[in-house]
């Protein structure tokens, strides 16, 4: 590649990730849930005419990696004919991950044209098809046996609502029928159809960057400029490549268990590296189970893919070209490859936390001294709901923070969401202001960080109260395993969750467990800590 085509792709590259950025931006000033517009949970990215990943925004890695088997069940499922449709899917086994994560996928046209005539402004719309833009956010409930979706099931239909790739919008105009099933179940249809409209929202940003970006280069070379860009990031990835050990390395590790029975569910990978391949071999691991950890193949090709990118530097622009080296085997039947009906929810917030710690063991093998300690290896999901005050139904949804792995050279971060999600904390103003809820301890749970040269950063505590009769619900790890430590650091604490009853007495709750909460009560949730190093 030459030095001028070299900067193209660059300059090219840059503006299509801002596009996803801006994208994110969009969908985050037009949510109406505090989980989308304060802890930023969702993802943006753009697709080609064939459904490859063209560019995407840092956003969470576990929706980034599978969003590309979102985009092509709908490409497959869905009749887009023209600008202003717009299609939705959540379904896990048919592209996406778990239910709560609705992700919204758009075709962009190009050509289309405006003028003003006659005092109005008259469209013309174009039917060339150039790409997609979509986007993926976790609704803080769809529906279910419990508020907030997320508490342990035995049944994917116990989980919430599925929705198969369909049609949303058709020019423009939301399919009424649709809107209506999903809006009949759920407990807060308000904030579902404000989040809904700011997703649509967010699509029709990028569609119109996307479009200005084509009509700026022309159609030629901006397509021209896209397989540079695929074959840059492939070229790149496979320089990273020369870095590691060839060879053959395997890795495991545990769920502590499923919340219906199960425990210590193994996760085993192989791991070849070759001269330009790498080689994710899972087909070794636990069957599925009964309770919700499960994860479907996305889940698991995301990890796969985020671990790799964690070793890359210089890292390649991410995008379709970084998949093509990277191979990942999975047996349908288990829990990193799991089949309907099986519940899922806990299998893209908490499986995947535990397949990133098995990629990431393999791949330290292949590249000595470079990986860090497990960092706390759980999302620490929690869902509190009921009904408030004002006798409107609430679901408040979070995932809370802890401590990250020490790795050469530095101590791990404390309070930090790590891995596969990258969201932030509900500011405890913006929880108390929307929910019948109060936090009466956010801190540090200062020493649980894993001991060493190099300390793990220490996880949190944090308890909230509730002013209303509630119903909570837990889906966390780490609770009777603990975060590795690397090169003999010591392992960081493990999580403990926790009811404080009215009457003075604090219990303890299990990993995996829903319940009921009096006004006045609350959860205490310690997050684990990262290992230390050395």
């Not at 508020?147 to 099931?153: E, H, T």
């Not at 932030?424 to 960080?449: C, D, F, I, K, Q």
């Amino acid at each position: 590649m030459d030095v001028k085509t070299a900067t193209e792709v660059a300059v090219l590259h840059h503006a299509l990730v801002g596009v996803a950025e801006e994208m994110g931006e969009a969908l985050k000033r037009a949510a109406y849930s505090p989980n989308i517009k304060e802890r930023q949970d969702y993802s943006c990215a753009l697709f080609d005419a064939q459904g490859r990943l063209l560019a995407q925004a840092a956003h969470l890695p576990v929706h980034l990696g599978s969003m590309p088997a979102s985009v092509a069940a709908v490409i497959s499922s869905v009749d887009f004919q023209k600008e202003g449709d717009f299609a939705i899917i959540n379904d896990p086994y048919d592209g996406g991950t778990h239910l709560p994560d609705i992700t919204m996928v758009a075709p962009v046209f190009a050509g289309t044209t405006s003028w003003k005539a006659g005092g109005e402004v008259r469209v013309r719309r174009g039917r060339r098809l150039i790409g997609y833009v979509a986007n993926r956010a976790h609704h803080a409930d769809v529906g279910g046996a419990a508020p907030g979706s997320m508490s342990p099931q035995t049944d994917l239909i116990a989980e919430g609502l599925v929705i198969p790739p369909v049609l949303f919008e058709r020019d423009g105009q939301i399919s009424p029928d649709v809107l209506a099933i999903v809006m009949a179940n759920t407990r807060t249809p308000d904030e579902r159809l404000g989040d809904l409209h700011a997703q649509l929202a967010a699509c029709d940003r990028g569609i119109h960057r996307v479009i200005a970006i084509e009509q700026q280069y022309g159609s030629k070379k901006f397509q021209a400029l896209c397989n540079a860009l695929y074959k840059h990031a492939a070229q790149l990835l496979r320089d990273n490549l020369k870095s590691l050990k060839r060879g053959s390395f395997r890795s495991e590790d545990v769920l502590d268990d499923d919340g219906a029975g199960t425990t210590d569910i193994r996760i085993r990978c192989s791991l070849t590296v070759s001269r330009d391949k790498l080689t994710f071999d899972f087909s070794d691991s636990d069957q599925q189970v009964r309770g919700g950890v499960n994860a479907v193949r996305a889940v698991t090709a995301s990890a796969s893919f985020y671990s790799v990118l964690c070793l890359c530097d210089p890292r390649p622009p991410i995008n379709h070209g970084c998949f093509e080296h990277i191979e990942v085997i999975t047996k349908p039947g288990t829990v990193v490859d799991a089949k309907r009906p099986a519940p899922v929810a806990g299998g893209n917030v908490e499986t995947s936390q535990r397949i990133v710690d098995v990629c990431l063991g393999a791949l330290a093998q292949a590249a000595p001294g470079r990986v860090p300690a497990q960092s706390q290896g759980t999302m620490n999901n929690l869902t509190i709901g009921g009904v408030g005050s004002d006798g409107k139904p609430f679901t408040y949804y979070e995932t809370i923070a802890g401590g990250c792995g020490a790795g050469p050279g530095r101590t791990g971060a404390s309070a930090t969401h790590s891995h596969m999600t990258n969201t932030l904390n509900t500011p405890a103003e913006a929880l108390e202001h929307a929910y019948p809820l109060r936090v009466e301890e956010y801190a540090l749970r200062e020493g649980s960080g894993g001991n060493g040269e190099h300390r793990g950063g220490d996880g949190v505590i944090r308890r909230i109260r509730t002013l209303v009769p509630a119903t909570f619900g837990l889906l966390t790890e780490r609770r009777t395993s603990s975060p590795k430590g690397a090169e003999k650091g010591k392992p960081g604490r493990q999580g403990i969750n926790q009811v404080r009853y009215n009457d003075g007495e604090v219990e303890p709750v299990d990993a995996k467990c829903s319940g009921e909460l009096e006004p006045g009560e609350a959860i205490d949730m310690r997050t684990p800590g990262g290992g230390g190093w050395r």
